[in-house]
């Protein structure tokens, strides 16, 4: 090596020089022929690299001095310096594996010998990240257990033949099931590893002489495969294997097939050992089968819904790390002390436990992905989950220079002054007091964070019901709170008692209710009408009552309790809403979210974070993605509209959005499960030729909290061209089969309900008419064959999603038909038929003199919405702007603005138009009728609008309807 030693010694802190100098000296006597040496040249920086791992690590040193020709191997392959592939770990190992005479424990421990000097090395040096170091020590111990089992197996078939499955007559395989951080690909320098071992079904091997059943078989194998990796030899050990996270632990079975597998876990399984199976990843074995058992398993781990009963669980295994650092004195211990490794992972973990049954991205086995996912999804805030990050990557470094300094699993910092220099160096610390410092302050804030975890709720004075059974609550009691309606009130209290739900809820989930519904009870008297509060909300109370993990939610979250009771009260819809899906409570707990309805943009952002981790053949999870989304975000505006944060116009607005950005995604869905089956169709022009238009309320951009979807779907591609896949369908079947596929997306019944009901009666030729148009079909029954109502109905028609090109088209050819002159008084006479006839068929025949139908009655919502259908007709032909927009307002403020409407007309009918529509959307919230009194503001807003009406149709005579006519009557083409 030609840089004088000297000097590059001089560079180390002085506590290490002589033991560098040591290690240096001892090095150059191995290495006799000075090939090592030889490696490295002149290069001051590789020198300085190799003296810096004398002075840091012993155990790199003294492997050094017995096996030189390590480092000259490393340094000739530029290992040390690159960052490998994957495949690297399997290809090395198995190429060793067959040279002649090789004997697999010699073989492993001295390919481990080589991988962690190459591993530690880039680590000491920094020419590796943190996450490559955990990767790749993963990726070792990866390959040393798939060689090792797949020699093992050799040679037991060998005895006994191959073990074959009762029931499918198929040869088995052990799946290893790596758990921790082996799961999650995040081993340490010196770790041992967690296994679990499991085979798909009983059975026995298929030899002549020696046949035994599976289980013996794969219990052989499996302590075979430890016998090669765990023991410690001559040539040190692979790794050191813990089996004690199988079912039952040390008592159980060393292996299990995949049926007593899903009944254990099942039938026994505990809290923590969903915890622990987090990280599970299988590393050998068939692929389908992997996968299947990895499905077995997913369901105990993840449940369907947010998960607030874990948390009385979660909360005892914390106060047991933090008794454990306690009782053992673990404060200078880097993973298990207070702020330590496990308590970053015991953060991320919870969350994955709580969460991930709704939030799919939580679903990962790495640690800061899933914080990463946190913060992405508001779970954390992202200033949290960057101290988190920080802390954890400093405490994995210290973890591997704590280990790598012995080759030692300990995570205690040291005390003899030569590994604290190490340390300190290696962290890159200007010296031990310098790194303490650095530490106290991460370990500090690791610590705060998990406190903040699922702390147990802030005491409260007491409160009236406090160890009141709510069977024992009488009408004094009730009366005291605030309850009017006291008997009532204890009739529903006594049903809910008697019911047959509760008798036959376990011990658990009814100390849980009984826990809850004084809390109940107390919330409601909060509230203006109590009696009224809680009689919308104990539905929802029955309907979680098997799902008791929701009572834990209200009970540990007071706030979310108040703001249920709140919305409930205000609305009926609102309680029904989260009757059916109760899943939608974990968006009370965060009320800066819940009374803010994000704007388009930030929705898509949303829906992105939600479903695109998500598989897109993975159609299961992308409805239910998609329909969680929309119920929240519905739900969302609802409570905004509550508080008053949100006038009618933006109510509308919002609820238009959320439809618009899921059809995007059902598109988007739709799409890549049929491309996947046929190809993509021939077509000239980019893009999918594919385009959705909305009309009525969402063509309007006025939809409300129940409204359905009237669209049409539009293609335009080859006439007669095929897609390019193997499976090749005419260019027609394609875009019809791909309108099916939307709608069974959008109508399909899950656990989470419907996202919308479709109606197509608005395309070419009604209920009769072809699914999917073309353009050009629809381009020509529009020009030659639609009626008046049908172009009545196109003023509210808009693209929604799809192709930009098509979009663009039909907006082309919608304004051109708009804007066709038309003989206006025909055109009048025609809209008048066509009004009266949708009232016979649709205003209620029974409604009361002094009563005013918001939509229906004369001086109503459609009579609006007729005249600017009508003037629409008429005018734009001359007035192109009008053709602009879809919604009504808009193009009142454009008729008043050219004239066509005196201004102070035009004014008069927006304001009725809001004030009828604002009526409707808090009565619909009510589930009430569309039926208000006639006085008031509401008289003057109508006879403002039959003063119009008056005015545009004078003289007008109906005109004759024919039968398509009669029958567009009887649906609302608004």
């Known amino acids: 090596m030609s840089p004088p030693v000297d000097l590059l010694l001089a560079s180390l802190p002085p506590e290490l020089v002589d033991r560098a100098r040591r290690a240096w000296e001892a090095l150059c006597e191995a290495d006799s022929d000075g090939a090592a040496r030889a490696a490295f040249g002149d290069d001051a920086g590789r020198c300085g690299e190799l003296v810096r791992v004398l002075a840091t ?54 390919f481990r010998q080589r991988a962690m000097l190459r591993i530690l090395w880039r680590d000491f040096n920094r020419l590796a990240a943190t996450a490559e170091t955990v990767r790749d020590t993963s990726l070792l111990a990866e390959a040393c257990i798939r060689h090792a089992l797949a020699a093992c197996q050799t040679q037991l078939e060998g005895r006994f033949g191959r073990p074959i499955g009762r029931r499918s007559g198929e040869p088995q395989a052990l799946i ?185 991205a939580l679903q990962q086995r790495e640690l800061l992905p899933v914080l990463d996912s946190c913060a992405a999804l508001g779970i954390l805030p992202s200033t949290v ?68 975890l699922i702390a147990p709720p802030a005491d409260a004075p007491a409160a009236p019901l406090a160890g009141v059974a709510f069977g024992a609550v009488d009408a004094v009691t009730l009366a005291g709170l605030g309850y009017r309606e006291q008997e009532a009130t204890l009739g529903l209290l006594a049903e809910l008692q008697d019911g047959s739900r509760l008798r036959g809820l376990q011990s658990e989930g009814r100390e849980r209710l009984e826990h809850f519904m004084p809390l109940l009870l107390e919330a409601c008297a909060e509230v203006e009408a109590p009696d009224l509060a809680l009689r919308r909300i104990l539905p929802l109370v029955r309907a979680v009552l098997r799902r008791s993990a929701y009572l834990v939610l209200l009970t540990e979250n007071p706030p979310a309790l108040a703001e249920l009771v709140a919305l409930c009260e205000a609305s009926p819809w609102v309680a029904e809403l989260l009757a059916a899906h109760p899943v939608l409570l974990d968006e009370l707990l965060d009320r800066s979210s819940l009374y803010r309805a994000p704007d388009r943009s930030r929705l898509r952002e949303e829906l992105a974070q939600q479903v ?100 049409v779907f539009l293609w335009d591609a080859e006439p007669r061209g095929l897609t390019d896949g193997e499976r090749s369908i005419d260019n027609s079947v394609f875009y019809t089969r791909l309108g099916q596929k939307i709608i069974h997306i959008l109508e399909t019944r899950t656990a989470l309900g419907q996202l919308y009901e479709v109606d197509l009666r608005l395309r070419p030729s009604g209920a009769s008419g072809l699914l999917v148009s073309s353009l050009a079909a629809f381009a020509g029954y529009q020009r030659e064959d639609a009626w008046t109502w049908e172009h009545q109905a196109l003023v509210r028609a808009r693209p929604v999603a799809g192709d930009p090109q098509v979009a663009e088209a039909v907006d ?150 024919d039968k398509k006519t009669e029958a567009g009557a009887g649906h609302d083409i608004r």
């Not at 994957?86 to 492993?108: F, I, R």
């Open 57 to 110: 690590s012993p155990w790199a040193a003294a492997t050094l001095a017995r096996r030189p020709v390590l480092l000259a191997e490393l340094a000739a392959s530029g290992e040390l310096w690159q960052r490998l592939p994957e495949e690297a770990w399997d290809h090395a190992l198995a190429a060793e594996l067959a040279e002649p005479e090789a004997e697999l424990p010699v073989v492993l421990r001295r």
């Open 385 to 452: 989950v960057g101290e988190l990050v920080e802390a954890y990557r400093f405490l994995r470094d210290s973890e591997h220079a704590i280990q790598g300094y012995n080759d030692r699993q300990t995570q205690e910092l040291p005390r003899d002054p030569h590994a604290r220099a190490a340390l300190a160096l290696v962290m890159g610390c200007a010296g031990w007091d310098d790194y303490r410092q650095q530490l106290q302050t991460q370990r500090d804030r690791v610590a705060h964070h998990f406190d903040e």
């Open 176 to 360: 290893v099931l790596a758990m921790g951080k082996l799961g999650a690909r995040e081993l340490n320098l010196s770790s041992d590893i967690d296994l679990v071992f499991a085979y798909p079904e009983g059975g026995e091997t298929d030899g002549e002489r020696k046949p035994i059943s599976n289980e013996e078989f794969f219990t052989r194998l499996g302590r075979a495969l430890i016998a090669a990796l765990d023991p410690v030899t001559a040539e040190g050990f692979v790794f050191r294997v813990d089996m004690r996270l199988r079912p039952y632990g040390e008592s159980g079975p060393l292996a299990h097939n995949f049926a007593a597998l899903e009944a254990y876990y099942q039938d026994q399984g505990r809290d923590w050992e969903r915890y622990a199976l987090i990280k599970a990843r299988p590393l050998t074995g068939d692929p389908a089968r992997c996968e299947e058992l990895m499905r077995t398993l997913r369901p105990f781990v993840f449940r369907r819904y947010v998960d607030f009963g874990v948390i009385e669980s979660l909360r005892a295994m914390k106060a047991m790390i933090a008794t454990e650092v306690a009782r053992r004195g673990l404060q200078d211990n880097v993973k298990l002390g207070r702020g330590g490794i496990r308590e970053v992972e015991f953060v991320a973990q919870c969350l994955q436990l709580i969460r991930g049954g709704r939030d799919r």
């Open 812 to 961: 082309v050819l919608r304004c051109a038909i708009l804007a066709r002159p038309r003989d206006r008084a025909a055109l009048a006479g025609e809209v008048v038929a066509m009004r009266n006839r949708m009232r016979e068929h649709l205003l209620p025949r029974k409604l009361a003199e002094a009563s005013f139908h918001l939509k229906q009655s004369p001086g109503g919502i459609v009579d609006i919405e007729f005249m600017v259908q009508y003037a629409v007709l008429a005018w734009s032909h001359d007035e192109p702007e009008l053709t602009r927009w879809s919604d009504n307002i808009r193009i009142l403020e454009t008729l008043g603005r050219e004239g066509r409407f005196p201004e102070a007309v035009a004014a008069d009918l927006i304001a009725a138009y809001i004030a009828f529509r604002s009526a409707s959307h808090r009565l619909a919230l009510q589930q009430a009728d569309g039926v208000v009194p006639l006085d008031g503001d509401v008289r003057q807003h109508r006879d403002a609008v039959l003063a119009q009406w008056q005015t545009l149709f004078a003289g007008i005579e109906p005109a004759g309807l």
């Open 612 to 711: 695109d981790r998500l598989p897109l053949d993975d159609l299961e999870a992308q409805m239910d993605a998609l329909r969680y989304f929309k119920a929240a975000h519905v739900l969302r505006v609802a409570a905004s509209e509550r508080l008053g944060r949100l006038p009618l116009m933006k109510v509308s607005d919002k609820l238009t959005f959320i439809a618009e950005v899921v059809l995007e995604q059902v598109l988007r869905v739709a799409w890549a499960s049929l491309v996947t089956r046929y190809g993509t169709p021939a077509r000239s022009g980019e893009g999918s030729g594919f385009a959705i238009c909305a009309y009525g309320k969402l063509g309007g951009i006025e939809l409300g909290y129940a409204s359905d979807l009237d669209l």
